[in-house]
């Protein structure tokens, strides 16, 4: 999960583009089927298996749809994982 973080934040460098990489549609979510693409298209040899994981463990409320605060944790959790 740090992995990803990390690799999210090179390659955005904020919180907030991270978020509006994921929110294709500028809705203020992201659905799964949003976060495989997005995962999909950066190429980092994660599967949709890995991305459903990482996606459910962001969903802190566990309603399917992830928030800004919801990247925000992430990219806490790897920062607290290096």
Do not use: W
């Amino acid at each position: 999960m740090a992995m990803i973080g990390h690799i999210l934040m090179n390659k955005f460098q904020t919180v907030a583009s991270i978020f509006r990489y994921f929110d294709m549609k500028l809705v203020g979510s992201v659905t799964f089927p949003d976060f495989s693409f997005g995962i999909e298209k950066l190429d980092i040899g994660v599967s949709k298996d890995e991305s459903l994981q990482i996606f459910t463990f962001l969903d802190s409320n566990r309603d399917n749809i992830l928030r800004f605060p919801d990247f925000c944790a992430l990219i806490s959790y790897a920062n607290s994982n290096r």
